[in-house]
């Protein structure tokens, strides 16, 4: 396909003119170079109208080009919402426009605009509601009107993923501060980490002029760029997004598919500031765009914006700015500084030399358009009278481009998700950040500064400051800053009585939206938000929040700092679910063992920070891999490797009393050489946890934990003892513990082989029970505990003998066909045995009631934790209950987190789920309302698909009731 014409070298910096790419915007072929954003595409083709507003469908051109605003939202055929000045064109991509009715260019739906009146701002808050039950009526409407991209839900997902990194300083924005930055604290000898959001560094040297001669910038940016690069203690991230700032300078960066944690002792946020719009009506038209949009356009994209300008500002950038479109030939037909006089009377020389007309002391206060509103076709310029007031008449030029640019707003948004405030300057017309936390600074634009040369020496001061923070010398001292000129016009807001000036774009909200929101009573701007919208769309406020702020002030008749702007919250920007999601980087502990298992062909699998066997054998023939180790747990004997459970030793005088206030059960007068089982709830009285207790002699528990759960509890116990203070020593133990689980009926035989000094008999060594002895020569601790339903010996013993322990055991077992079993099949076995699991069968509301744990309170105790939270909760009325139930084989098996039903409603969830070849049946454990929990109920579950099938409630456990198997 042939290319359409561009600006000639050096426009263009981004992109390749050598590669040539084909594309399809709405079923039109196009053409572009690599390096193209999908916007700067198809305004090289001519196609301007892009997106159609969210309310009031009205046609929408690029605002930015620096994707900051949602005038460019369209849609990718696995993709919604894409900003497409900020997506970068590939070949053959199809890109299609969104939330319109009938085809972008003629939307079925622009009539909206004409009954703007009819739905003024909140009308949807008094509309809807009423008469009862007509939501329903209108839902179903609105969702249809409503929404933007499609879902594709057939997308398969893409990999993503975490990284971390630790740097003694990150700057963040490469503009001239952050450049001059960074290179200060690098040359000092700081590790730097430079992020920036744009595909190339420079920031504003990329794209704007700084002189009359326009050279200066591009210069300056290569002299910086390449020092940048080739220093060797900075690391650079280009194209990346810092999305949030958090407590001691933690920053999630997004590059890409991956997020990058990062850690910084020191940061410096240089990231600039947003050009603003001026509000006249219709300024939201195809053709109208910030200056800076149109110099990105020519000077990144080689794009020429138009042929004919009118350039509308309230600083001396906009001259720069026109003397910028005329080298390009664009004929400026006016330039219209809203200011009396420029700050530099010899940029006002420059344009008249260029023929360029200035219009002083006067503003854009309509810009026209042509039929359909597809484009801007001119405008109408009038005196300004006063703020916000013009004279009767004006002057109409034609034109097919509005550049403007009311002043700047600094990138605020990491810097108050530190705790940064706004205050504003009356005499500046600007907002200053203050009040940061050590370790955090900022520089450039951002600052307040934005003569080129203060913006290069605040980016070294800043550097020099954080370095020192470090220990380093920048070898630099403080300076004085030259004088700065007024950047930002004080009210660049000119209402129109017929409307359609917008300050919010995402929202379609025009100056009456936001005042009318005062009138009716929300005063304060982060009720004004809530009530109006503004500020809640993709932009999130970068153009809106400062004429909202100036609006609510004057109409509430306060200050603009007292008004202020309403609350910045991470993330910067959206971030995909994917990059939340993507895999990370998590340390793992693996068991003394773990070789041995490895050995044995274990497929291994995530246990809390542990890895463990899921079961023996190929992936693909996972079930079978389980039924068969299932199988022999139950019928001959098996070993499983247990060292991740917590262990906790307690010893003191106050032991049992400590153990009493902590768990559910009593425990001072447990026997010695007994073990109970250990039940612990909060102060909510929702169960956090469980497990065994043994007594080893008076003044001498050790206690098991899940294994995700033991940090926890043991930083509870540590927590309450710190205000009991009893006499009592707790250690943690869980590393220097290894344990195996011998299981089956014939475990006592594989024990006696190897164990003489402790009588195995079940009169002397009854359940429940624990010892002391040696397995070989191996010192450890026997406890006789059943979690899979079968006899069995919990054998702990010090970390160091682990493999030793496995091989005696294995050797002893041979001739009993002794074989390993995983963490998959324990999860079956106890599953029949219906033992629940903290955190998988509960969630943080459970309490013991809802368990039938009712027999593991301790009812005649005065204190434990959660005791009077559960007594509250056993007076009321029970809303639902963990309870078994059965399908018959070959039913579509429920997963967990189905949902249980009851009617239309939702009752409850599956929270464990396996076929059952000892029983013949699928068994699992659900939640369900109390009137659903009586065994043979029949509980309604949805499965995959949507089916419903019907479950049996039975009564647990599911395998061996009398417990005789494990107490033989």
């Known amino acids: 396909m042939s290319q359409p014409s561009r600006l000639p070298a050096p426009m263009g910096l981004l992109i390749d003119r050598a590669q040539p790419l084909a594309f399809r915007f709405d079923g039109t072929d196009y053409g572009g170079f690599a390096g193209d954003s999908i916007a700067s595409a198809l305004l090289a083709n001519g196609r301007w109208l892009l997106s159609r507003s969210f309310k009031y469908h009205r046609p929408r051109g690029p605002l930015t080009m620096a994707g900051q605003d949602a005038n460019t939202l369209v849609q990718l055929p696995d993709e919604p919402n894409v900003l497409a000045d900020a997506h970068r064109l590939q070949a053959g991509l199809e890109v299609s426009g969104q939330n319109f009715n009938g085809c972008l260019i003629n939307d079925r739906d622009a009539y909206l605009g004409k009954f703007s009146k009819l739905m003024p701002v909140g009308f949807y808050y008094r509309s809807f509601y009423k008469p009862k039950g007509m939501w329903k009526v209108w839902e179903p409407l609105i969702r249809k009107k409503a929404g933007l991209g499609v879902l594709d839900l057939n997308f398969k997902p893409q990999y993503y993923d975490k990284a971390y990194l630790f740097v003694d300083l990150a700057v963040i924005g490469a503009g001239p501060a952050g450049l001059s930055a960074a290179l200060t604290a690098a040359n000092a000898g700081a590790k730097v980490l430079l992020v920036e959001q744009q595909a190339i560094l420079g920031g504003s040297l ?171 076709s001119g405008v109408e310029l009038r005196k300004i009278n006063g703020q916000g007031q013009v004279a009767e008449h004006g002057l109409r030029l034609d034109c097919d481009l509005v550049c403007m640019s009311a002043g700047y707003m600094p990138v605020y948004q990491l810097l108050c998700q530190a705790g940064g405030k706004l205050a504003y300057d009356e005499q500046k017309a600007e907002f200053a950040i203050s009040g940061l936390p050590q370790g955090l600074a900022v520089a450039g634009s951002v600052n307040g500064r934005h003569s080129l040369d203060n913006v290069l020496l605040d980016g070294a001061l800043a550097a020099a400051r954080a370095v020192k923070a470090l220990g380093l010398d920048a070898g630099i001292g403080e300076q004085a800053f030259g004088e700065e000129a007024r950047v930002n016009f004080d009210w660049p807001i000119f209402p129109h009585p017929k409307g359609k000036d917008f300050v919010d774009f995402d929202e379609d909200l025009q100056v009456r939206d936001i005042v009318n929101a005062t009138r009716i009573g929300y005063r304060d701007v982060q009720l004004v938000k809530r009530f109006s919208t503004v500020g809640m769309g993709p932009s999130q406020g970068r153009h809106s929040a400062l004429p909202t702020a100036r609006l609510v002030a004057k109409a509430t008749q306060r200050s603009i700092s007292e008004t202020g702007v309403t609350t910045a919250r991470p993330p910067f920007e959206a971030e995909k679910l994917a990059h939340v999601a993507g895999r990370a980087f998590d340390p793992y502990r693996q068991t003394p063992m773990h070789r041995r298992h490895l050995q044995a ?283 078994g139930f059965s399908l018959p084989q070959g039913s579509p098996q429920p997963l967990e987190g189905h949902l249980v039903l009851k009617g239309a409603d939702i009752s409850g969830n599956v929270t464990s789920c396996e076929y059952s070849q000892t029983l013949g049946q699928i068994i699992g454990l659900a939640y369900a309302s109390a009137d659903q929990a009586e065994p043979g109920a029949q509980i309604p579950i949805r499965v995959e698909g949507g089916q419903v099938v019907n479950a049996t409630v039975v009564n647990l456990p599911f395998y061996d009731p009398q417990n005789l198997r494990q107490e033989r």
Not at 272 to 279: A, E, M
Not at 327 to 356: H, W, Y
Not at 611 to 628: I, S, T
Not at 827 to 844: A, F, M, N, Y
């Open 206 to 376: 990329t794209y704007a002029r700084f002189d009359i001669d326009g050279t200066r910038g591009e210069t300056l940016r290569r002299e910086l760029v390449e020092a940048v690069e080739s220093h060797a203690n900075i690391q650079v991230l280009a194209d990346a997004t810092c999305n949030a700032w958090f407590t001691e300078n933690y920053l999630p960066v997004i590059q890409g598919r991956r997020m990058y944690k990062v850690r910084a002792q020191q940061c410096i946020v240089s990231a600039g500031s947003f050009d603003q719009p001026v509000v006249f009506r219709n300024n939201d038209l195809p053709g109208v765009m910030l200056a800076s949009a149109a110099q990105r356009l020519m000077k990144l994209y080689a794009v020429k914006p138009g042929k004919r300008a009118v350039v509308l500002t309230g600083n001396d950038d906009g001259y720069l700015t026109a003397l910028d479109l005329h080298e390009q030939g664009v004929q400026v037909a006016a330039l219209v500084d809203m200011r009396r006089q420029p700050g530099n009377g010899t940029l006002k020389t420059a344009l008249e030399r260029a023929g360029i007309t200035c219009h002083l002391d006067s503003t854009v206060y309509e810009a026209l358009h042509e039929k359909g509103m597809r484009h801007v």
């Open 601 to 883: 062909g274990a497929k291994m699998m995530p246990a809390g920070i542990w890895l463990r066997p899921a079961y023996y054998g190929k992936p693909e023939e996972r079930e079978r891999c389980m039924q068969d180790e299932a199988r022999h747990v139950r019928e001959r004997v098996g070993l499983i490797d247990v060292s991740t459970l917590g262990g906790l030793d307690v010893r003191g005088p106050d032991a049992a009393e400590l153990l009493e206030r902590m768990y559910t059960l009593p425990f001072k007068k447990q026997p010695v050489a007994r073990t109970r089982y250990a039940l612990m709830t909060n102060e909510h009285g929702v169960v956090i946890d469980d497990g065994v207790c043994a007594r080893l002699a008076d003044n001498h528990f050790y206690v098991t934990a899940t294994t995700s759960g033991v940090d926890r509890i043991y930083q509870q116990m540590l927590k309450w003892n710190a205000q009991w203070r009893l006499n009592v020593d707790i250690a943690n133990v869980t590393a220097a513990i290894a344990a195996v689980n011998l299981a089956g009926p014939l475990s006592r035989q594989v024990l006696e082989k190897v164990c003489q000094d402790v009588d195995l008999s079940a009169e002397a060594f009854p359940y429940m029970g624990v010892r002391t002895g040696r397995v070989a020569d191996i010192p450890a601790r026997l406890m006789r505990v059943g979690f899979v339903g079968e006899l069995g010996y919990e054998i702990h013993v010090p970390a160091r003998y682990a493999e030793r322990l496995w091989d005696v055991l294995m050797d002893a077992g041979a001739e009993f066909r002794i074989r390993p079993f995983g963490v998959e099949t324990q999860r079956l076995l106890r599953l029949e045995k219906g033992h629940v699991i903290v955190s998988q069968d509960t969630d943080g509301m459970t309490h013991p009631g809802e368990l039938d744990l009712q027999w593991a309170i301790g009812r005649k105790k005065p204190f434990f934790v959660g005791k009077r939270s559960i007594e509250i909760l056993e007076a009321q009325p029970l809303k639902r209950k963990l309870v």
